[in-house]
């Protein structure tokens, strides 16, 4: 074991810029499974930290090929640090798809399906994990079933939450040409069906409606938050896109009856993000951050409604604009030493894809909500982050030998860009009594494989959609304090003094060099500072996106990549004092 008391020097030293104390401890490094996809911290409690590794495993071998399936291996670590057990679940997952491990009620489950092309059936299996042994504790039982009424539909469904945790929530769609019917059902800690399932047949057009959100409310209601489309016509001859058009938000009773939707159209602005929370005082919270402009670049301000949840009454509208006059400059990270061959070539695919996306009709950017954080005085604070996601395809051809035989070779990578965060506070009548801006710009690309698909952008918020839980070190994870909030994050170490909106900003994509910073957040007053906690090189890089929370506790992955020899990862557990 190590524990870094670098961040508590750094304090001593400089006592007006950070006045609170950081604790890191780092457990022994183990080694990364061959042919792990991605890395999570799921859950934590009083026995250990439990760690997701997701990987494909072989599902059916032919003379000229294979075929996988996606599977994930359960790591235990105990209080220590130290790892206790590790289970891949291949066996058991034999002939099932792995879907995801959920924790209810104190309660692990494993969850599975298995499709029949036959019946035409997608059914959803639920097995408990034993969590001292990481073994499953009885067999397979169903939970539900869904089949289509043509081969064609699409079967998708979401495992979360309700208001208070203490039930699964299951919504599911079965989506045709011409159909768009949604489901969301309850099941309690033994995975048993609690209530009517509701339905909500047709309503939708599937061609122009996307699913962003389900919020189960604590009277039973349910709230659908989805992104309608509509064709424009594009810049070359016949050709036709969808553009985003508006927010749709309706309430529905526990009959699939729409009691309200909610008018998306405030003061002329254009929300571009929206997000609903049910508080604990059991009314809901509609959060957005609108643009002056249909198609704005720029994020204009934030708007919060509270709702009554019964009858989907809007009870408080309170609006804050965001002056967007102080932009930060951002310079890229490449004059430093990793400015070689390959970043030179990825720098010049970044510039043709901001060429393209300028140029891309309906292109605009996006904020993601993040956090939202309770505070004792009956208060909410929301956190959100500039986010953008691509992907690009970069072809070369490689010479044979002196009889020929030259190939071409195509690599595909996908590239994510997490910049500002957005901070701000919601009192306990709903309205915004701060927002602050950290400018930040982290980019990350991860190499997915080969392919032939032209360069492009990707935004998504289809609620059903899965897929790899990346990026591994951008973004950023967040540890409450007393009266604060630390946001855990890397970034260039010369952005150790960026605070506000109009300063330079230094990109950061070379995380295995970079700084992992602290800023604490005063919940009252709002104003905030920054220190750094470590640096990235003495330690496997962090991923503070992927953390976890127990009580004062924050635990931590960091990977180590190793050009020979297998990635070695570690957890870490922070405090801060």
């Not at 965001?322 to 061959?341: K, P």
Request: glycine share 8%; aromatic share 10%.
């Amino acid at each position: 074991m190590k524990t870094l008391l670098a961040a508590a020097l750094l304090i001593m030293l400089s006592p007006l810029i950070y006045a609170q104390k950081a604790n890191i401890t780092w457990g022994d490094e183990y080694k990364l499974k061959k042919g792990s996809t991605d890395l999570e911290v799921i859950f934590t409690d009083n026995t250990g930290v439990y760690v997701k590794e997701s990987h494909f495993a072989l599902k059916s071998y032919f003379v000229i090929g294979a075929t996988t399936r996606e599977s994930a291996t359960l790591t235990k670590l105990d209080k220590d640090l130290k790892e206790q057990y590790s289970n891949n679940f291949n066996k058991e997952l034999k002939g099932k798809e792995y879907e995801s491990f959920f924790f209810l009620k104190g309660k692990l489950f494993l969850l599975a399906t298995d499709y029949s092309k036959k019946e035409k059936t997608l059914t959803l299996f639920g097995a408990e994990i034993d969590k001292a042994s990481g073994e499953l504790a009885g067999e397979w039982a169903e939970i539900t079933s869904w089949q289509k009424d043509d081969k064609k539909d699409d079967i998708n469904f979401k495992a979360a939450y309700n208001a208070d945790s203490s039930r699964m929530v299951l919504v599911s769609t079965i989506e045709g040409s011409d159909k768009n019917n949604y489901e969301i059902r309850q099941f309690n800690d033994k995975l048993q069906p609690v209530d009517k399932p509701i339905a909500i047949t047709n309503e939708f057009d599937p061609k122009t409606f996307q699913l962003e959100d389900v919020v189960y409310t604590t009277n039973g209601n349910v709230v659908m938050i989805g992104r309608e489309y509509e064709y424009q016509e594009g810049k070359k001859k016949k050709a036709k896109y969808l553009d985003f058009k508006n927010y749709s938000i309706r309430i529905y009773d526990a009959t699939g009856k729409q009691v309200k939707e909610i008018n998306t159209t405030i003061n002329a602005k254009w929300l571009v993000s929206t997000k609903v929370m049910q508080l604990p005082s059991k009314e809901l919270v509609l959060a957005a951050f609108y643009s002056d402009e249909k198609r704005g670049k720029e994020i204009n301000g934030m708007l919060v409604q509270r709702i009554n949840p019964q009858t989907g009454d809007i009870l408080t509208t309170s609006q804050k604009d965001l002056n967007t006059s102080m932009i930060s400059t951002i310079e890229d990270d490449n004059g430093d030493d990793d400015d070689d061959d390959e970043s030179r070539k990825e720098r010049k695919e970044r510039e043709k894809l901001e060429k393209i996306q300028n140029e891309e009709d309906g292109f605009s950017r996006y904020m993601r909500f993040r956090n939202f954080i309770y505070t004792p005085d009956k208060g909410l604070v929301i956190l959100a982050e500039k986010y953008n996601s691509y992907s690009y395809t970069t072809t070369t051809y490689q010479a044979g030998g002196v009889t020929g035989g030259g190939r071409w070779t195509s690599t595909t990578y996908q590239v994510y860009e997490c910049g500002d965060i957005m901070m701000s506070k919601i009192d306990g009548d709903g309205n915004i009594k701060w927002l602050n801006v950290l400018p930040k710009q982290q980019r990350e690309v991860i190499q997915t494989g080969s392919g032939s698909s032209p360069s492009g952008i990707s935004f998504s918020f289809n609620y059903f959609q899965g897929g790899f839980n990346w990026p591994f070190y951008a973004g950023f994870g967040v540890l409450p304090a007393a009266g604060s909030l630390n946001l855990i994050f890397n970034d260039n170490k010369k952005n150790d003094n960026v605070l506000q909106l109009g300063q330079k900003v230094k990109k950061i994509s070379a995380y295995g060099k970079s700084d992992c910073f602290a800023v604490n957040l005063n919940t009252m007053t709002g104003k905030y500072s920054r220190a750094v906690l470590f640096n990235n090189k003495s330690v496997p890089t962090a991923m503070p996106r992927l953390s976890s929370v127990l009580g004062k506790d924050l635990y931590m992955i960091g990977k180590e990549d190793r050009m020979l020899g297998k990635t070695k990862i570690a957890i870490a557990r922070m405090s801060i004092q």
